[in-house]
């Protein structure tokens, strides 16, 4: 009888690791859209992002994005950047240098506090000038990246990058 015992406690103890940061639901469980991205360990779903993005483009007549491979590494590096300054960066800054690429009509969300990304995706829907960049007819790619600092005031930095 121990040995059940000591095996039901070891699967249990299992079960409970998967769980979401002490909220008893299984990760498993949680759309990847409510994870929460304030962890080292923690990276936003890039095909959920482009896949949430491009519904809301659909419904309002545009295209959807496609994640384009150097969109992404400048998200991802902006992202760190602006953990590493410990504050969101300038647009402006960003969209010359997804220019100098040899991308057209470059555009960039650049926020933080933000801890999931239907946060994130809500917070640029609700600002004109964010929900632009998302509903820019022009763009046909996109990158999307986090980045958490843990000691900073904000905790989670954002970086969507568009672009034709």
């Known amino acids: 009888m121990r040995g059940i015992g000591l095996i039901g406690g070891i699967c249990?103890?299992?079960?409970?690791?998967?769980c979401a940061a002490g909220t008893g639901t299984p990760v498993a469980a949680v759309p990847t859209l409510y994870l929460p991205l304030a962890s080292t360990a923690a990276q936003v779903d890039t095909a959920a992002a482009?896949?949430?993005?491009s519904a809301y483009r659909r419904n309002r007549?545009?295209?959807?994005l496609v994640i384009d491979p150097e969109l992404q590494r400048l998200a991802e590096a902006e992202a760190?950047?602006?953990?590493?300054?410990d504050r969101p960066s300038?647009?402006?800054?960003?969209?010359?240098?997804?220019?100098?690429?040899?991308?057209?009509?470059a555009n960039a969300n650049?926020?933080?506090g933000y801890h999931t990304l239907a946060e994130a995706f809500s917070?640029?829907?609700?600002?004109?000038p964010h929900?632009?960049?998302?509903?820019?007819?022009?763009?046909?790619?996109?990158?999307?990246?986090?980045?958490f600092a843990p000691g900073s005031k904000y905790k989670v930095y954002w970086a969507l990058l568009t672009a034709k």
Not at 80 to 85: D, G, R, T, V, Y
Not at 90 to 98: I, W
Not at 123 to 128: E, M, N
């Open 12 to 18: 249990a103890a299992a079960l409970l690791g998967g």
């Open 50 to 53: 482009r896949d949430m993005i």
């Open 61 to 64: 007549g545009e295209k959807p």
């Open 80 to 85: 760190a950047a602006m953990a590493l300054a």
């Open 90 to 105: 300038k647009a402006q800054t960003v969209k010359t240098a997804v220019a100098r690429l040899g991308y057209d009509q």
């Open 110 to 112: 650049l926020s933080a």
């Open 123 to 128: 917070g640029w829907r609700d600002s004109p």
């Open 131 to 147: 929900n632009a960049v998302m509903l820019d007819p022009a763009a046909t790619r996109m990158g999307i990246a986090t980045a």
